[in-house]
């Protein structure tokens, strides 16, 4: 079992900048990789960003691609996405997930509960 819990999300003006984090509890932190989603109201929930367990491989939707960037620390049981150069669309509700190394949300395990991000125009 791996527990998940997001934290950094808020209100932001477009152009700005926000870091979310993911800490998790539970089987080794290493063992999984670790994606990304977001999920906007009315709409599915979509891939953002996967790391791989080790950190050397990533991987990032189009629609993020330069403006934001995924890391983890093993040592901390946490990963992170720095999220520059906000947009209103980016707004939606961020979830952290635990799985295999892909941008299919049903090959994640487990999940957090999600953390708000908005972005203002």
């Known amino acids: 079992q791996v527990q998940l819990v997001e934290s950094g999300g808020g209100s932001v003006q477009a152009g700005g900048s926000l870091r979310l984090s993911c800490a998790a509890s539970?089987?080794?932190?290493?063992?999984?990789?670790m994606g990304w989603f977001r999920q906007a109201p009315g709409k599915e929930r979509e891939f953002v960003s996967v790391?791989?367990?080790?950190?050397?491989?990533?991987d990032y939707a189009d629609s993020v691609k330069g403006r934001f960037t995924i890391s983890r620390d093993n040592a901390k049981n946490t990963v992170y996405l720095q999220m520059n150069s906000l947009k209103p669309e980016d707004t939606a509700v961020y979830y952290c997930?635990?799985?295999?190394?892909?941008?299919?949300?049903?090959?994640?395990?487990?999940w957090g509960q999600g953390t708000q991000v908005t972005v203002s125009s």
């Open positions: 539970g089987t080794p932190f290493s063992s999984y990789a």
């Open positions: 790391i791989s367990r080790s950190g050397s491989s990533t």
């Open positions: 997930a635990a799985g295999n190394f892909a941008r299919d949300t049903r090959l994640y395990a487990y």
